[in-house]
């Protein structure tokens, strides 16, 4: 891979006896690097030194950041010298929250993103049902906010065009869907069903199920879905892989893990299958594996578990987000997927045991019972009884937040975990679903960073597209891709372009406690970097999503090249 990189990077090459950086002592010979860069600019994410001109690396790790001159220095015959012809380097972005299986899964199913109606969604149900047989057709990505029928799908839209084999289709958020008849009928969903705690089924005026089923009645459908097999969870966790290497990321953030997808990783990355690193939440369910056996690490240090990853409620678009006070369109105020008794005893446990919490909270009330529960758990056990005395625990999504509670964040040392893509999609329906009064405190990045917390950033793909570039344009511009943002937006909770860097690099790895090994180019650090096309400190903000990364390096491999 190197080699191919050397060609189409137009590689310069050649040695100096040039005085660098880090230069070894007298009567020592100079190290020869396994790869030195150069040739456009280099940004570190690292205060001491935010800027580069060349870097060097060997064995894996950054041994220079600095001036060409001395990275020239330790050049050698053996040496890969790349160009970035212009490009711009960083440290390795890392998704600080997604979903792997489902990334797979999206690109090897129905995938509904991008559906612009009902009619549309109707075609694409269609056009799949001729070419794919299936006793259950199943797709994703479909969100609503933008039909011009602006209302959800119902069962009656998908018996129009396919009556006769159950249809699950589910939301792009992944917390609700529309199942066509025949789909209700094999799950005996009728008139009289009712909801489980934590979710809803959505009824026309006449009592009738109209197909949408909300967080937890999604698990009535679950019997029909096909088993899942080793080798189906295996090719969807390669794609995601491929499919992050190439648009640039070096790592992710897996949420929402099976013991099944942990192992499947460990064996993976030690056969070069997968090749970004992955951080593991594992599900509530595997909790007991994880207390029992501490943190897992795999050989190569790329894959790490030692999270568990709790829901609080639903999600803002499917009106399961739970709110201090009811929705402005609804009425209702959401729904808790969880009660406090079921969650107290894990939130002990994993404290004990140096365990770190991820608890996906969308709503206002959802975020407030999230802090009052960490807080009375951190009260009951003080830090010298705990095996990690700052735990680090965090706050996945942290959408709406009451003002009141921002500060408490960085009290309780508690990591907010946002994806800025949802505030650029979020705001052709939020201002309708909250109000404008509880706007202030909703995506409030800026809010959260002068309170004194970082903010770890990712992209909740599947149910966004998962593309960096535009979760960095989304922090630092914080309108949707046609440059829209509409009033009331609160342009100020925008971020800086250094403090948007750092959400994607030094703050997920601080966020994952490997800050000492990845998220700025440093000498020491573990050699991951990502080159974009585009400049992302000073192009105009228009063009951030119009680039493309050209080169993602782990640990010193190349293990994307743009052609």
């Known amino acids: ?94 998704d600080a929250h997604a979903h792997m299986s489902g990334i797979g ?162 064996m993976l990355t030690g056969t070069g299958d997968v090749n970004i690193r992955v951080y593991n939440s594992v599900n509530p369910e595997e909790a007991d594996k994880l207390f029992i056996g501490g943190k897992r690490e795999s050989a190569d240090g790329h894959i790490i578990t030692r999270a568990i990853k709790l829901y609080m409620d639903g999600a803002l678009g499917s009106r399961g987000a739970a709110l201090l006070e009811p929705y402005a369109d609804a009425a209702s105020s959401g729904l808790l997927l969880t009660t406090k008794e079921e969650t107290m005893p894990i939130l002990r446990q994993a404290l004990s045991l140096g365990i770190q919490v991820n608890t996906h909270a969308i709503g206002d009330r959802g975020n407030r019972l999230l802090l009052d529960w960490y807080e009375e758990v951190m009260g009951e056990i003080p830090s010298v009884e705990r095996a990690v005395a700052e735990p ?21 040392g508690i990591i907010p975990s946002m994806q800025p893509s949802h505030a650029i999609g979020d705001l052709h329906f939020a201002p309708a679903r909250l109000g404008d009064d509880r706007l202030v405190g909703a995506y409030a990045w800026q809010s959260f960073i002068d309170s004194g917390v970082i903010v770890a950033g990712g992209s909740d793909a599947p149910v966004e597209r998962g593309d960096p570039l535009i979760e960095y344009y989304a922090a630092t511009y914080r309108h949707d891709l046609a440059g829209f943002q509409g009033p009331n937006w609160h342009a100020e909770e925008a971020v800086s372009r250094a403090d948007a860097l750092k959400m994607f690099t030094l703050w997920p790895a601080i966020a994952s406690f490997q800050e000492d090994r990845i998220g700025s180019i440093t000498v020491g650090k573990d050699a991951d970097m990502t080159a974009f096309s585009v400049d992302l400190m000073t192009a105009p903000a228009a063009d951030i999503p119009k680039g493309e990364a050209i080169m993602t390096v782990v640990g010193g491999d190349i293990i994307y090249v743009k052609e």
């Open 1 to 94: 891979m190197r080699h191919l990189a050397v060609m189409l990077f137009a590689m310069v090459l050649g040695t100096t006896n040039v005085a660098s950086q880090g230069t070894p002592p007298m009567g020592t010979a100079p190290e020869v690097a396994d790869l030195v860069i150069w040739g456009g600019p280099i940004y570190t994410a690292d205060d001491s030194q935010p800027q580069a001109e060349a870097v060097a690396v060997k064995d894996g790790r950054f041994i220079f950041v600095g001036a060409r001159a001395g990275a020239e220095a330790l050049v050698g015959d053996s040496t890969t010298v790349l160009s970035l012809d212009g490009a711009a380097l960083f440290p390795g972005f890392t």
């Open 105 to 266: 899964s999206r690109e090897l199913t129905l995938n509904l993103e991008g559906i612009p109606s009902i009619k549309a969604l109707q075609k694409a149900v269609s056009d799949w049902a001729t070419t794919h047989d299936a006793p259950v057709l199943f797709g994703r990505g479909w969100i609503e906010t933008h039909w011009p029928e602006a209302r959800f799908p119902t069962r009656w839209d998908i018996d129009a065009i396919l009556p006769d084999v159950p249809v699950v289709l589910r939301r792009a958020d992944g917390h609700a869907l529309v199942a066509n008849s025949k789909a209700l009928e094999a799950a005996g969903i009728n008139e009289a069903t009712e909801a489980p705690f934590g979710g809803e089924i959505l009824k026309n005026a006449l009592g009738e199920p109209t197909g949408m089923l909300v967080d937890a009645a999604m698990n009535l459908i679950a019997p029909l879905m096909p088993e899942q097999t080793d080798a189906d969870l295996n090719q969807q966790l390669m794609v995601a892989s491929e499919v992050y290497a190439r648009y640039g990321w070096t790592g992710m953030h897996n949420m929402s893990v099976s013991w099944d997808e942990v192992e499947a990783l460990e």
């Open 392 to 412: 680090r625990w965090r706050d996945e999504h942290t959408q709406i937040v009451n003002p009141a509670d921002i500060p408490r964040y960085q009290a309780l």
